[in-house]
């Protein structure tokens, strides 16, 4: 299983954050975490790894 934690987070934080995020250090990231789920226990379990971003949309900047 090849873990995309992309997919984990909200549609709209995905969009604000994707154009920010080099493609190579997020599979490097998610091949660190999917390993980390694979040797025990982890916590937050992974559907809850961001939770936060599923409570506040992502918004404009006030100026």
Do not use: H, Q
């Amino acid at each position: 299983m090849t873990l995309d934690l992309m997919t984990l987070l909200p549609a709209g934080w995905r969009s604000a954050l994707e154009p920010y995020l080099d493609p190579a250090r997020m599979a490097e990231l998610a091949a660190y975490v999917e390993a980390e789920f694979a040797a025990g226990p982890c916590y937050p379990p992974l559907e809850d790894l961001f939770s936060a971003y599923r409570l506040c949309a992502p918004s404009p900047a006030a100026c």
